[in-house]
């Protein structure tokens, strides 16, 4: 079976404070992409990652960055976290050919108090 | 920003009825795909499409990609209480790997 993993399910962070989100696939996908989704809004791509130590900005990589220095995880970063960041945060990947499925991830729920 | 728009976004119908959920951009994808997600879980996928007018049919669920792979629907016969859920529509461009998603539909099918 496909395998995304996120590290954490639930987080409750401060504002000001550095957060970090994992995710690791074990299907040796190309392709890697960090999404947050909010009510009404859909899933709105934060980061994706074509390659390991390459990435290209989303729709809204203001206030996060990204790592991938190995081909099965990419990171996400919240260099000060804010209220208005948090979210539901899914990461995904799929392989390089198009029309390949997108596995998710189970979500991380962040809350930034 | 690129743009996928999804309608209606929420859609509350009685048991039996028939719907039709819709996904639209001015951006030809190579392909495009349905997502379906339950509360705190990930999205799962339905179905990918890739050819322009290309039709699939997943049971009670119908799905159509347009002509010139700007838009898609989502038609749902006799709808029952198991297919409420948050229903997503994705595509992805050609050029890049990147996907983006619509708004989501939110689906409750009442008994």
């Known amino acids: 079976d496909v395998k995304v993993t996120q590290s954490s399910r639930y987080l409750v962070k401060r504002t000001g404070e550095k957060v970090f989100l994992e995710c690791v696939q074990d299907?040796?996908?190309?392709?890697m992409f960090w999404y947050r989704q909010d009510p009404g809004l859909g899933l709105r791509l934060i980061y994706f990652?074509?390659?390991?130590?390459?990435?290209e900005k989303g729709d809204i990589p203001e206030g996060y960055s990204v790592s991938r220095e190995k081909k099965e995880r990419f990171s996400l970063i919240l260099e000060s976290a804010s209220t208005n960041q948090t979210s539901m945060y899914l990461c995904?990947?799929?392989?390089?050919?198009?029309?390949?499925?997108?596995?998710f991830g189970e979500g991380s729920w962040l809350t930034v108090v | 920003t690129q743009l996928l728009e999804q309608s209606p976004q929420f859609l509350s119908i009685q048991e039996g009825e028939n719907l039709t959920v819709y996904c639209n951009s001015s951006?030809?994808?190579?392909?495009l795909q349905w997502y379906r997600q339950e509360p705190g879980e990930g999205p799962v996928l339905l179905v990918t499409?890739?050819?322009?007018?290309e039709v699939k049919k997943l049971k009670r669920l119908t799905f159509q990609f347009g002509d010139a792979r700007k838009d898609s629907s989502l038609h749902i016969t006799a709808a029952q209480p198991g297919d409420t859920g948050l229903y997503l529509c994705?595509?992805?461009?050609?050029?890049?790997?990147?996907?983006?998603f619509g708004s989501g539909t939110r689906l409750s099918i009442r008994p």
């Open positions: 995904a990947s799929t392989p390089g050919r198009s029309g390949n499925t997108i596995y």
């Open positions: 299907m040796d996908h190309e392709n």
């Open positions: 990652s074509y390659d390991v130590k390459m990435k």
């Open positions: 951006s030809v994808f190579s392909s």
């Open positions: 499409v890739v050819t322009g007018g």
């Open positions: 994705a595509g992805r461009y050609s050029s890049a790997s990147k996907i983006i």
